[in-house]
């Protein structure tokens, strides 16, 4: 009976430090990357700051790169996974006549750099005009709730409590004229991420959904991308937020010459057509009046 009872009360206390064990496990962790921070590494270069209209030369050359994470070692996307990324944000913008070429830049280029200062450079060495800056903040967050599994092991007795993992990922993109340091326009991307695990297997969860929320939350921004890029032209014209001038051999995404050339060619083609047709029935008529 006392063995029994010895049993009992040190399975409870196993259970306990386990529990305790893995309760510390669980919590909260957040990842970032701030555009004001990098931009503005201090406070009087923000009220310094004065944004001229900006000049932009189309078609425009653009550099996309992500803002490095605030615990540069520590945090943050991989490099593999930032490039990416990036390459689903590139196809977004050349699907627009104004946009040149995009580069693709590390963010180990803008990595203790000082806001507008490094972009001119990064600009000058990638022969970029404008810069689009992708920032980041995710929480990923592992709660405990009451779906616990009893296991046994071959040590006793084992109690796995469950958890609500969920992973809120929000990303923006910013894009600048570099040599006005204006912002043209930005484009938001959310997503939220949540799934039941046991404690043990949390934290390969997490990593997982962590990478699957930020591929998620750049797609939604794409699309509100896509939306921005094809409303700029209108408000440059109607706006008039920014100046603009023309590449030479660039026409601005009007009517191309050889389109001109073949619609001259359709109409000749229709008129001779025609006069044929006109010509045939006044013969016809010609002969029935005979």
Request: aromatic share 10%; with cysteine.
């Amino acid at each position: 009976m006392k063995a029994k009872i010895l049993i009992s009360i040190l399975s409870v206390l196993c259970i306990t430090s386990c529990s305790a064990f893995l309760s510390n496990n669980t919590g909260k962790k957040t990842q970032s990357s701030s555009l004001m921070d990098f931009l503005y590494p201090n406070h009087e270069s923000r009220a310094a700051h004065k944004p001229e209209i900006p000049v932009l030369t189309l078609p425009v050359k653009v550099g996309l790169a992500f803002v490095p994470s605030k615990n540069w070692q520590r945090d943050g996307i991989h490099n593999k996974d930032q490039i990416e990324l990036l390459e689903k944000v590139k196809k977004t913008f050349l699907k627009y006549d104004y946009i040149d070429r995009i580069e693709i830049i590390p963010s180990s280029y803008l990595n203790g750099g000082e806001g507008f200062t490094t972009l001119e450079q990064v600009g000058r060495l990638y022969d970029v005009d404008v810069m689009a800056l992708v920032s980041y903040d995710q929480v990923t967050q592992s709660l405990e709730n009451n779906a616990a599994l009893l296991y046994w092991t071959i040590v006793g007795m084992y109690i796995i409590p469950g958890n609500e993992n969920s992973v809120q990922t929000f990303v923006d993109t910013a894009v600048f004229d570099i040599k006005s340091k204006k912002m043209l326009f930005r484009a938001p991307g959310l997503n939220k991420l949540e799934k039941r695990t046991t404690a043990v297997g949390v934290d390969d969860t997490l990593t997982q959904k962590s990478l699957e929320g930020f591929g998620l939350a750049v797609t939604d921004m794409t699309s509100n991308l896509e939306a921005e890029l094809a409303n700029f032209k209108i408000r440059v014209k109607e706006e008039k937020i920014a100046k603009v001038e023309h590449r030479a051999g660039y026409s601005g995404g009007s009517i191309s010459y050889y389109f001109i050339f073949l619609l001259l060619i359709f109409c000749t083609r229709v008129y001779f057509s025609q006069a044929n047709k006109v010509q045939q029935h006044g013969t016809l008529l010609r002969k029935t009046l005979k």
